[in-house]
């Protein structure tokens, strides 16, 4: 098990950047996949951004492609979402997933694959 702690969320206007942080205890990091989710109420958890664990793999959702960056330092143990050119569309509960199982070609953006999750952190694009 991993524990994860994400941080960085907050309010924002619409065109400015967050970099939130997903900071990993626990097993071996570097096992792990890591991924990004977010949810609005009322709404499913949807899936933003993915690494594989050796950093050589990225993906995102069409709707964050262009804006969005994820990276991933193991010797932190820490994995980051640069967030640039915010919309309030982005407004959401931000999650970080990690799994040492997940096949990461097939499965990276599907969040029932994951098996640990942060508790989230907020992030609110006021237009």
């Known amino acids: 098990q991993v524990q994860l702690v994400e941080s960085g969320g907050g309010l924002v206007q619409a065109g400015g950047s967050l970099r939130l942080s997903c900071a990993a205890s626990?097993?071996?990091?570097?096992?792990?996949?890591i991924g990004w989710f977010r949810q609005t109420p009322g709404k499913e958890r949807e899936f933003v951004a993915a690494?594989?664990?050796?950093?050589?793999?990225?993906d995102y959702a069409d709707s964050v492609k262009g804006r969005f960056t994820i990276s991933r330092d193991n010797a932190k143990k820490t994995v980051y979402l640069q967030m640039n050119s915010l919309k309030p569309e982005d407004t959401a509960l931000y999650y970080c997933?990690?799994?040492?199982?997940?096949?990461?070609?097939?499965?990276?953006?599907?969040?029932?694959?994951?098996?640990?999750w942060g508790q989230g952190t907020q992030v609110t694009v006021s237009s």
């Open positions: 997933a990690a799994d040492a199982n997940l096949l990461y070609s097939t499965s990276y953006y599907r969040r029932y694959e994951y098996d640990n």
């Open positions: 690494i594989n664990r050796s950093g050589t793999n990225i």
């Open positions: 626990g097993r071996t990091f570097s096992n792990y996949v």
